[in-house]
């Protein structure tokens, strides 16, 4: 990682978002619990000398191991790439 430097992620397992509305889930009563692990990725640099901030990630998935949050924050920017796949 040449254009980033070091990169380091951290992750929380079985965490939820607060949903902002209720709108979407009026007729349901209790709101449901999303959990996911939640991904915070820093890297040393970026390129042009900018001021790198952390990259929040979330996948739906719990109970990840350190070598699955390594796969999904390294294929995060591949992520359009996956799309277009089979044309």
Not at 13 to 19: I, S
Not at 33 to 59: C, F, N
Request: glycine residues 6%; aromatic residues 8%; charged residues 25%.
């Amino acid at each position: 990682m040449t254009r980033y430097g070091a990169a380091n992620a951290l992750a929380w397992d079985r965490l939820h978002p607060r949903l902002p509305r209720r709108a979407a889930w009026l007729d349901h009563g209790d709101l449901p619990v999303l959990e996911g692990t939640l991904i915070r990725l820093t890297v040393r640099h970026l390129p042009g000398d900018r001021d790198p901030k952390p990259l929040w990630l979330r996948s739906s998935r719990t109970g990840v191991c350190p070598s699955h949050v390594d796969n999904l924050w390294q294929a995060f920017p591949r992520r359009f790439d996956l799309s277009c796949r089979g044309r």
